[in-house]
């Protein structure tokens, strides 16, 4: 079975990310936040499992963060006072799942031979997957301590807004949008999104760049051969 969804690896994972992403569009967001997105979150995980399925050590350590994310995400539907506690574990798992795999991406990406369709996902999934480990970061930034961003539009009666506001916040912030409605206040806060912005940076200007190198000297001995 995994050997057959191997090729379509990126596929999988880049679909994956465009349903976390943007899948509160079409589901009402408390029920997205609470309950749909750790289910994608799951699923991609899952696909992060199929990327590195090759790698048997990386694939199990894969396996364990899924097991762990399974269980705080079950364990936080029946216990309700330790929610931040379960937060917490679940951020740390991401974090870590997607600092791996986006390590993943970029190396198979970098070394492959040629440029075709599946290249091109894993190159825009790595992107992704970068804006995803700067949400994270910046959450755990703000659940550390409370109000280390100026200009987060969260009510009482909806605190999952919180989710949206920075997953916006580190998209805008790596892209060097900047619209300034969202500002870091803290010392923390602001070193992490010189951070986002950095990676983001060297995403485009080194990895992008090596692709469509290779890109061109593959149209270039096509044209001679």
């Known amino acids: 079975m995994i050997e057959k969804l191997y090729p379509y690896r990126f596929e999988i994972f880049f679909f994956?990310?465009?349903?976390?992403?943007?899948?509160?569009?079409?589901?009402?967001?408390?029920?997205?936040?609470?309950?749909?997105?750790?289910?994608?979150?799951?699923?991609?995980?899952?696909?992060?499992?199929?990327?590195?399925?090759?790698?048997?050590?990386?694939?199990?350590?894969?396996?364990?963060?899924?097991?762990v994310s399974g269980v705080v995400f079950g364990s936080s539907l029946l216990e309700n006072r330790n929610e931040r506690f379960f937060n917490f574990i679940r951020m740390i798992t991401y974090f870590l799942f997607y600092v791996v795999v986006t390590f993943e991406i970029i190396k198979q990406v970098w070394k492959a031979e040629f440029v075709n369709k599946n290249v091109i996902l894993g190159l825009i999934s790595g992107y992704v997957s970068l804006g995803l480990i700067g949400f994270f970061i910046c959450i755990s930034i703000e659940m550390a301590d409370h109000g280390s961003f100026k200009g987060l539009i969260v009510s009482s009666s909806n605190p999952e807004m919180i989710t949206e506001e920075l997953m916006y916040y580190s998209y805008i912030t790596m892209l060097t949008i900047g619209y300034g409605d969202i500002v870091p206040v803290t010392v923390l806060s602001k070193k992490a999104a010189i951070l986002i912005g950095l990676i983001g940076q060297f995403y485009l200007v080194i990895v992008t760049a090596i692709v469509v190198g290779k890109y061109i000297n593959q149209l270039h001995n096509e044209k001679n051969s």
Do not use: C, D, R, Y
Not at 37 to 50: D, H, K, R, T, V
Not at 51 to 63: D, V
């Open 16 to 67: 994956s990310q465009v349903t976390i992403l943007f899948g509160s569009l079409i589901v009402p967001s408390v029920i997205f936040e609470n309950i749909v997105s750790p289910i994608l979150f799951q699923i991609n995980l899952l696909a992060g499992i199929l990327l590195l399925s090759k790698k048997k050590n990386l694939m199990w350590f894969f396996i364990v963060l899924l097991l």
